[in-house]
């Protein structure tokens, strides 16, 4: 049995990331964290990396290739929140394949407050800048490990928000509800729902 | 509900990302890690720039700190400092960080002070120097020299 446990762990810790079909686009306004992120998620493995420093320049993006993810950051360079906005509204758009992309949040401003907001605008991932590439790398592929069902929940529109895993003492209604994109097959709403 | 047919957008990535091909964690954070170094060379080549961006705004923001020339020269400022604080910490540049930090909390708590203009140009000769190679050393080294700077920078203006 432990030999097993042993096989298991290896494995585990063995699992292998194969980023390069991916397209992902970067919002952010400085040139030097553009530049970053393109050698970063280079060497992480991503097929396709576009760069943006507006909301305005990531939706001409979108508008003309298909992606697979987004990083942006929350603030513009004027410090205006038009990140949060911008998620905001995407993920009410028409286009259900779009509404839905995973998204990594990259902000310096890490106050309580900033990241319910971001969690509440829609947000798949939160990303404590500065980061490393190790930590970089943690939120993207945190996105297709623990993958979290799309939900449609009253003025809420995005990944289902539960963290913990908590005992259910009643069906768990959302898996009937018309709103619930689930994430996959096999994969509890929440990353931490009992499966 | 959706279609159980047509997998959802995240499970086509599950299966894409786990197709059993690619490499590990480690060997890619490696490879991340490595192309990043070799920004190094613009790094230090934007960090001089802002600097001297840095100096250029001292005195729009000292001529008249509320004005709207002077506000928005501090809030660019502001910005340009953070941004090369985030750098830094990414290029693992530990002097840039510490005054990249100390100009952080002037702008952020200190805002009003009548020395802000003083403290801005200490700290931009300062990351000058970091660049030119006139200022070495550890963390604390440069915490030291920065205040040593900064206090003669300070005094100046008093006498």
Known sequence: MSMVRLEERKGAVEKKFDFVPLAILVCDSSLSMQKLYKEALGGIGFGLIYTTRDVTEAKRVLMDVTVDMIVMDIVDADDRPTGLLFLKEFRRWADEKMATLPVVVASSRVTPQQVVAARDAGMNEFLVKPFSVGSLFRAVARIVEEPKAFVRIGKYVGPCRRRRALPMNAPDRRRSQAGVIPAASDVALGAGSAA | ?159
């Open chain 2, 1 to 159: 509900m959706s279609d159980p047919s047509h997998p959802s957008p995240l499970a086509r990535l599950r299966a894409l990302v786990f197709s059993g091909k690619g490499r590990t964690e480690r060997e890619l954070v490696e490879a991340g890690a490595a192309r990043v170094e070799t920004l190094r060379g613009d790094f230090e080549f934007e960090a001089r720039a802002i600097a001297e961006r840095l100096l250029g705004l001292e005195p729009i923001i000292g001529a008249d700190p509320t004005s709207q020339e002077g506000t928005l020269a501090r809030m660019s400022a502001r910005r340009l400092t953070r941004e090369l604080r985030e750098a830094s910490l990414l290029h693992n540049y530990s002097l840039i960080e510490v005054v990249t930090g100390s100009l952080l909390t002037w702008f952020e708590d200190h805002h009003t002070s009548p020395r802000l203009p003083r403290a801005l140009r200490a700290h931009a000769r300062a990351l000058r120097d970091i660049i030119d190679g006139k200022l070495r050393g550890e963390q604390a080294h440069a915490r030291e020299l920065l205040t040593a700077a900064l206090q003669a920078e300070l005094r100046t203006e008093q006498t």
